[in-house]
DNA sequence: GAATAATCGAGACGGTACGTCTCGTCTTTCC
DNA sequence: GGAAAGACGAGACGTACCGTCTCGATTATTC
């Protein structure tokens, strides 16, 4: 199943590797998605151009890694309200607590870039689509959770559009910033999805 | 308020500005919007670069101006169900019905090309969100008409919320494809929002 | 027959032209033609590389233009001795006369590196070829002159011969290094040539 | 003066060795000098880059092993006559007659390169400068033998100077191309040569 | 026969120049 | 003064080799 194929040679250097993701982050930190270059994070890190395209296609792909690596698996809380959840959920996903240092500038900036460059870059779509689906799994389940598994209530088509409703209206508000992606917006958010669940036909 | 600038000198030639939008749509059915270029926008359009430059700044206020010249004035149907409402608008937007000659590849690339340039770019983000709140007031023009006026039903942060679940799903399609973007879509959607809106507290 | 094309449009920057042809000789003065880079000519002229790449094909011909504008036009003296004659012809071409400046190193290593050049890359040959093909030219009207045109003494292949002989010592001692190029040498070079035109069949 | 250092370990394998060179020159058979490259002869000899570097310090010092390696040895034939000699030498080292196999393009091509290394690598100038001086010392014997020793009729100097001209001649035509580096070329360069010894001061 | 040591094929590494591309500006000539 | 043409400075792109390094495996020698 695992392809051992690298079995001689130089094995590859995780210290290399580390260093590029956190040159990426660091970098991030500092200036915006768009102004991120590669060849700024092989100077950051102290490292070959090639060594970067070796393992990752284009910047986008360096910063996707980066990202998974550094964001904690996604188990969200199972609380009684599916408000709580949603928020929780929220927060776990944009990173509205921010972190020490590199991630002064929240994990939004990552995400819109990465979004950004989905759509220019059609080879990348399909990585960022697999990032995106865990997320849609995991808020699925959170929904499944709470009482929507019985099919005469929500038909698995509804409970989709539900998802797209919940994480549309996030990354809405994140792509646009017409408005506040706070708890208060979290909670409304999961108020309106909980009545459309337990509305009468 | 009307500064009268360009009392002297030539005019302002129409016949180049409407063969540079038109280039850009020709362009953008051919290629992705990230292959689109100001240089290749010239050439098709026989213009010179400083032509462009003069009255646009960059490739996504040509292609913002293309969208919004082509798009026809949006005045969404008032009929008596709000699932056929939101389903025109959706239609509207998207240009589900493809058109014909550059627009093959619908507006759905042009939209998805505009927010990712909102994205990377932070002059351009007011400019995209202008001509996204004009979409935003006509559908919650929508909503309020369908009786959700009513402040013992819904609040006005409730309803902005809908608003953001509403579009967000559909541009979280857009953007993403993970799902197709048609009438069954929109009526979902359209039903779900129904029952959050006439759901008890 | 000119072709009169560039009519329109900003005329080649000629600051920018002989900038580039400058900062070549200059830099060839501290390094050696090896370590002679595209990226450091176009950082020391202060231009773009696209600026110096639309108009050469490579640092070679940059350097072969930068001589070939440096060198004073080839007017070898008209004296009654062919030993003066081809000495003076040898100091003109090598440079034995050190320029002030950038010429510090002298013609040599110039030569040398383009002579390199054009082994190395196929399409620089023939350019390196016109250029040599001046001086060869030249030097032959000189042996000319000095009374080998009856052809009952010399043939014009002899003729032939004879440049290459001459110039070939010249290239060889200036390519290898193993002696002296000075005025001894040409002295004793062309005694030799004089006795090989005046020696009986 | 013998460093016998290795003592213990693996010995050189002479498999790959000899691979290296062959490969070098099959490579050089296909491809120009200038296109030949260390990573490439690896490949071919299927061979660690690091197996190269640890014998040889670059390209053309593989290069300039496998053609001593391949060069029969420099014994110039002893005939009656200056030219006869003369020519038998050139074709010797130009390799005028063509080989089978890797040595289609003759060794020309090879001595062109190595010969434009030579100019463009400090560190490789001398060790070619031994390969040449080797020749040189037999071109200079084969003049002595013809009667040049007295010192009445030549001295050294001029004896030198005569060897640069004649070997200089043949790398002018073999570096320009400018004209054939045949028979006839060598029979009237010989012919040349003797004429000005023979000459009366 | 184990320990030591050097070589081997493989291939990743840091580095650097390459030649191309697009950006947004500037200059020229024409209208 | 606008427009078409196109050169300009700037700088990132992705590729190609360079010469070095780290692997695990393979010979030799030495103890």
Redesign the pocket.
């Known amino acids: 199943m695992s392809d051992a194929?690298?079995?001689?040679?130089?094995?590859?250097?995780?210290?290399?590797?580390l260093?590029?993701l956190k040159a990426a982050l660091e970098l991030l930190g500092a200036h915006s998605y768009g102004?991120?270059?590669?060849?700024?994070?092989?100077?950051e890190?102290?490292?070959?151009?090639?060594?970067?395209?070796?393992?990752w296609?284009?910047?986008a792909d360096v910063v996707l890694e980066a990202l998974t690596e550094h964001a904690s698996a996604v188990n969200p809380p199972r609380t009684e309200s599916l408000e709580t959840d949603v928020a929780a959920f929220f927060r776990a996903t944009v990173g509205l607590l921010r972190g020490r240092g590199a991630d002064k500038r929240g994990t939004a900036a990552l995400l819109k870039g990465l979004m950004a460059e989905a759509q220019l870059?059609p080879a990348f779509a399909p990585r960022f689509q697999a990032f995106i689906d865990v997320r849609r799994a995991a808020l699925r389940s959170v929904l499944v959770r709470h009482g929507c598994a019985r099919p005469s209530v929500t038909s698995a088509v509804e409970l989709d559009t539900l998802v797209d409703m919940l994480f549309g209206a996030m990354w809405y508000r994140l792509l646009l910033g017409h408005a506040p992606l706070d708890t208060a917006f979290a909670k409304g958010l999961a108020g309106l999805a909980a009545r459309a669940l337990t509305a009468p036909r």
């Open positions: 194929r690298p079995r001689v040679g130089r094995k590859r250097s995780q210290e290399a590797r260093g590029i102004e991120l270059t590669i060849d700024a994070i092989a100077r890190a102290g490292v070959g151009k090639q060594t970067i395209y070796r393992w296609n284009n910047k870059d």
